[in-house]
Every structure is written in structure tokens, then in C-alpha cells.
């Protein structure tokens, strides 16, 4: 109520004038989209601090027995040590236990609590933390970069250049052209083709290509039955030892077009890197299912 808006700077009025403790008329300038985020950020706050939470069953346990062993020490008549050496210097009255230190233990415990219930309280409203990117910003850069403008060639190039493209028409033969010139993955492949085709993903070929970073790698392409999109599967070799810590049971995702919900993902699945995209996320989305992708996501993008 005693607030002065002339004293207070952009960031601080807005907030203020989000919270209510300043009228609009105190707010001239204010950004509509940055007080409108102010809002969903006060309300999305409010909404988790109001959920029940419960300690872990551990740590309660460990708190309990802190506790008794604290009842026990004191009920104990077993003869105390003739020097006791703490932090706050040396003693040898046993009373020392029962006056200021052990106000102290359940602080210490109620403090153990609040931080593990604001660490869940945390979670809850940011998310579980994932595993870290794959790629280091370069290349996810250049990743992002690439595929759109692969599938988009794909897309509009004239009918001789696709065939030249994607020269291994049949499943068959893309099947038998990838196992040999990735090193493996017959069995695999055939069986994410299928998935696709029962989708609804109609399959129109796989040719060599150039996905940024070493490795050989593929590009196939399968049109949507029905619809004007379509949808590019990429597949490369990993070498060396570079992913060996790429946690295999995420996918990791980015957005390839400004504002827009996440439209590529890659994942890990043995040797190999696997990428799907299409320039609508719901499609990738719905491509990624029938794939039988990992279904966790993290962030491609460092």
C-alpha cells in the first residue's frame, strides 16, 4: 500500500501491477503480453504451492529415527564421555545435549522437509529434468537446418529428381540397400516401415544422403494417405564413441519453424540415429507413434 510506482523500474511495475498493488493508471507503457504472462506465471505458481505434497516415505523415516535415537541418547544412563568436541567448542556436561543443540535437530529436520517438499514443488511446475541435449550447438544447429530443407526438396522437386533421389523405390530393395550400406538394420527397418505403412504413411523411397556429423546416413520418404503432407525418416551411423551416453529411451526434440510445437525428433537405437520430421508437429507426432519412437522427450537444442 505504500508503494511509489514512480520509484520502481519496468520489471518491477509490471509485476506490481500483475500482483494488484498498483492500479493501471500507475502503469502507462506496461507491455500487454508481458503482464499477460505475469499472470498465467502468478496463477501457475499459486496452483502448485496449493497442491497436497508429501515428503518421501525415506526421508520421514529418517527424520523419525533421528528422533528416537535423540529420545534414546537422552533416556539413556549409560556415563557421558569426559570431553564432547562440537563446533561451538569443547564440553563435559551432558546437559549440553538437552539446551541449545537440541533445539537445533528439530529445525534441522523441519529444514530438511521444506527443502525436499520446494524441490518437489519445483518438479511439479518445471517439469522433470531430462536427460542432457546430444548434440553440442553447432550441430544441433545445423540439424535443425538441414532436414527441413531435405524434406523440402522432396517435396517439390520435378519427378526425375526424385527418382534419382529416392532410387530404391520397392521396401525391399530399401530394406536390402540400407542393411548394406549402413552396416545393419534389416530386420529393424523393415519393421518401422511397416508400422508407418499401417499408419496410414504410404512409402515412396529411400535414397543416400548427408545428415550433418559423421556417418553414413538415409533419407526416407512417405507420404500421408489423404493429406498434402508427408513424412522424412533419416537414419545415420554413429561412430566412434561420441554417443555412447545418449540415453536411448528419450527422444529428443526441436521445433524447425519459428512458434511452432516441436516437428523433429531424433533418438538413439543402437548403432544408429534415427530422425523423423514433417513440417506439421502433429504429424511428426502422430509419425513418431507409429514408429514406435521412445515416447519420453527432452530438448534437442543445448
Known amino acids: ?141 545445423n540439424v535443425t537446418e538441414f532436414v527441413p530443407k531435405a524434406h523440402a526438396f522432396s517435396m517439390s522437386c520435378t519427378p526425375d529428381q526424385f527418382a534419382a533421389k529416392f532410387n530404391n523405390e520397392s521396401i525391399d530393395n530399401a530394406v536390402a540397400f540400407a542393411g548394406e550400406y549402413l552396416g545393419g538394420l534389416p530386420g529393424p527397418l523393415r519393421e518401422k516401415i511397416d508400422n508407418l505403412t499401417a499408419a496410414g504413411f504410404a512409402f515412396e523411397g529411400l535414397g543416400q544422403c548427408k545428415v550433418p556429423g559423421e556417418g553414413k546416413s538415409v533419407h526416407a520418404y512417405f507420404r500421408q494417405e489423404g493429406a498434402e503432407t508427408s513424412v522424412s525418416v533419416f537414419i545415420q551411423q554413429v561412430e566412434g564413441n561420441s554417443f555412447d551416453r545418449m540415453c536411448e529411451q528419450h527422444c529428443f526434440g526441436a521445433s524447425c519453424d519459428e512458434n511452432s510445437a516441436a516437428n523433429l525428433f531424433v533418438w538413439k537405437c543402437s548403432f544408429l540415429l534415427h530422425y523423423i520430421y514433417s513440417p506439421a508437429a502433429s504429424v511428426t507426432e502422430a509419425a513418431r507413434g507409429a514408429i514406435q519412437a521412445p515416447t519420453k522427450t527432452a530438448s534437442l537444442m543445448p
Do not use: C, H, Y
Open 1 to 141: 500500500m505504500n508503494i511509489n510506482p514512480s520509484e520502481l523500474n519496468d520489471a518491477a511495475r509490471l509485476r506490481a501491477l500483475a500482483d494488484g498493488e498498483i492500479g493501471r493508471d500507475d502503469a502507462p507503457g506496461v507491455d500487454e503480453r508481458g503482464l499477460a504472462f505475469e499472470g498465467a506465471l502468478k496463477e501457475s505458481v499459486s496452483r502448485v504451492m496449493g497442491e497436497e505434497v508429501r515428503a518421501p516415505e525415506a526421508l520421514r523415516a529418517s527424520i523419525e529415527e533421528m528422533f528416537a535415537r535423540e529420545r534414546a541418547s537422552a533416556a539413556s544412563d549409560e556415563p557421558a564421555p569426559s570431553v564432547v568436541q562440537t563446533p561451538m567448542g569443547d564440553t563435559t556436561d551432558r546437559s549440553f545435549w538437552a539446551g541449545p543443540v537440541a533445539k537445533f535437530l528439530p529445525v534441522a529436520a523441519v529444514l530438511a522437509l521444506v527443502v525436499t517438499l520446494v524441490g518437489f514443488g519445483a518438479t511439479s511446475f518445471f517439469g522433470t529434468q531430462g536427460p542432457p541435449p546430444p548434440f553440442e550447438v553447432t550441430r544441433a544447429s
